[in-house]
């Protein structure tokens, strides 16, 4: 029985196809980069919206913000609705929402047409940004499980890094992201158009992956479920792998639902939801996505040009697949945790920098923001390393943890609740700023964003739990 026992731990790692599961995971993270070009080409187009459609300052900011509430509910059903159709399944479903809302925002003739083309994106981002870290930690193998799923991340910012060259190379052609390219058509609608080129790749390339087996295990689709496992670690740690994930559910195998995220015993919400609730929140309450979609008027307010904002831009993407590789490298081998600690110091120092430097931002004869040349210098710098700091920490390591934190049973319905609140916060985050803007200034903003970092370090230190190298089945809520 002893030897029995020992014979598969052997062969497994000669037969683990890795070669599959890269390919699913790189399907799969073309939902991430998707996630980041929608997130980051409305960088670039805000000029060519007030300009389209006639709006002030708080419609602009809605139309900015509009597609963070479809986030909210696309993440929020997608979880529920994966536990009941697949992984694949939902992610089939947001690559046609990708590309309807592609097509749809270029060619908006009105802002609430602009704007309901953004919330059907936001349904595909949300669902996408929790239902892809999720089905990679679901076929991934536990050692390498962390540098796959952090592929997401450098999807979401690749994507960002696209959109972002993308409208930069579009508004150089035009002149200006008002200005006039082809078909007679204004750069700004072209920078949405570009989107539905990847939208259409995504849709295709779906259809080549199979299922997770975890969900087929979850469905008591053993045979399907067996045959998966069998192409992703080998036939003779397939069986072993099937009877894991059996066992792990044995004792609470009953449809998924949201009540499942209460510990009946002690009637309360599981402490495991608390923390995956608290990694989405401080994830957004750091301020990043202020970077992403207000980057360019941001820039422009301390004297840059629109085509110079742009290009700083196309500078801050890169810097980030930069992080991103550096996390890769780390995140299987020092763990998440340590990651996210040091990031969360790195943020607070860097915030607090630039919002020193803000200080001495002055309003000149126009209205207009101005900033004393070493001033605005050391904003670019340290607003830069802040970014580096996110994504070679929490950038990735949330949707890592998120994705592999919790027990199979409740997994689809703590990522609804988790990916709603993420979204929220990033909703809150984006259309606060403009407000923040006028009532306590770009220094009282990211003071305010770097006393919330200070506050993930804490969270970080106290309530997380290390997930490096732990099989799924073992995670305990």
Not at 281 to 292: E, K, R, W, Y
Request: proline share 3%; aromatic share 10%; glycine share 10%.
């Amino acid at each position: 029985m002893q030897s029995l026992a020992r014979e598969p731990a052997a062969p497994a790692p000669r037969e683990e196809n890795l070669r599959l599961v890269v390919r699913i995971s790189c399907v799969a993270t073309l939902g991430g980069f998707l996630f980041g070009f929608d997130s980051g080409v409305i960088n670039g187009s805000i000029d060519g919206l007030k300009a389209a459609f006639g709006t002030g300052a708080a419609a602009t900011g809605f139309e900015v913000g509009s597609m963070l509430l479809g986030c909210v509910v696309g993440a929020f059903f997608a979880g529920r609705v994966a536990d009941r159709w697949g992984r694949r399944s939902v992610l089939l479903v947001t690559a046609v929402l990708f590309l309807l809302s592609a097509l749809g925002a270029g060619a908006s003739a009105t802002a609430w047409w602009f704007i309901a083309a953004r919330v059907t994106g936001g349904f595909a981002v949300g669902a996408a940004s929790i239902i892809a870290p999720a089905y990679i930690a679901e076929v991934a193998p536990a050692r390498y499980r962390g540098r796959l799923a952090t592929m997401q991340q450098i999807a979401i910012i690749g994507g960002l890094f696209c959109a972002f060259l993308s409208n930069y190379l579009l508004a150089q052609a035009a002149g200006a992201s008002t200005g006039t390219l082809w078909l007679q058509q204004a750069a700004w609608r072209w920078m949405f158009w570009v989107q539905a080129l990847p939208s259409a790749l995504f849709l295709g390339s779906l259809l080549f992956i199979p299922e997770s087996p975890r969900f087929l295990a979850l469905k008591r689709r053993d045979a399907e479920a067996l045959t998966i496992l069998g192409r992703l670690y080998g036939e003779s740690t397939a069986r072993e792998k099937l009877q894991e994930i059996d066992a792990s559910l044995a004792h609470d195998r009953h449809r998924p639902r949201l009540s499942d995220l209460i510990d009946r015993a002690k009637g309360r919400v599981r402490p495991i939801v608390w923390v995956g609730v608290g990694l989405a929140a401080f994830q957004q309450l750091v301020g990043i996505n202020v970077v992403f979609y207000y980057g360019a008027v941001l820039w422009q307010a301390v004297g840059f040009s629109e085509s110079d904002a742009l290009l700083i831009n196309v500078l801050s993407g890169a810097l980030s697949i930069g992080a991103c590789l550096v996390a890769i490298a780390l995140i299987d081998r020092v763990g998440r945790k340590p990651l996210l600690w040091v990031g969360s110091v790195g943020m607070t120092i860097a915030l607090a920098l630039v919002a020193v430097a803000f200080t001495h931002a002055t309003l000149d004869a126009g209205g207009q923001l101005a900033l004393p040349r070493a001033w605005g210098t050391l904003a670019l710098v340290v607003a830069n390393v802040y970014v580096v700091f996110f994504n070679a920490s929490w950038g990735p390591a949330m949707w890592v943890m998120l994705g592999e934190m919790f027990p199979n049973q409740i997994r689809g319905s703590a990522l609804a609740v988790a990916g709603a609140v993420q979204w929220m916060s990033n909703f809150v985050i984006t259309v606060s700023f403009p407000v923040l803007l006028v009532g306590i200034g770009l220094a009282g903003t990211y003071g305010l964003y770097a006393a919330a970092a200070a506050l993930s370090v804490i969270f970080v230190v106290f309530c997380v739990r290390e997930t490096r190298g732990k099989e799924l089945e073992q995670m305990e809520g």
